[in-house]
């Protein structure tokens, strides 16, 4: 779950550079998805909250994501 977090902050401090956009968030969200099946992994009952709460690296990265490719479409000019 560290690891998502940390490349998705990643992004946000080199986004400037394009390629992270494209590489990073989709492997903070592999990582923030790791993490919540590791931690509910079937065997034991979890409330909402907690999956939730758990879910939270990977709703961030998939929000940096969208982010990033919104001010590439509609900032960036070449």
């Given at each position: 779950m560290l690891k998502s977090l940390a490349l998705t902050a990643l992004t946000v401090l080199t986004a400037w550079l394009l390629i992270p956009v494209f590489i990073l968030p989709p492997l903070a969200f592999y990582y923030g998805y790791q993490g919540y099946r590791r931690r509910h992994d079937g065997r034991t009952r979890t409330s909402i909250g907690t999956k939730l709460l758990s879910s939270i690296p990977m709703l961030l990265a998939a929000a940096v994501?969208?982010?990033?490719?919104f001010l590439i479409t509609t900032q960036y000019r070449a």
């Open positions: 994501f969208c982010f990033g490719i």
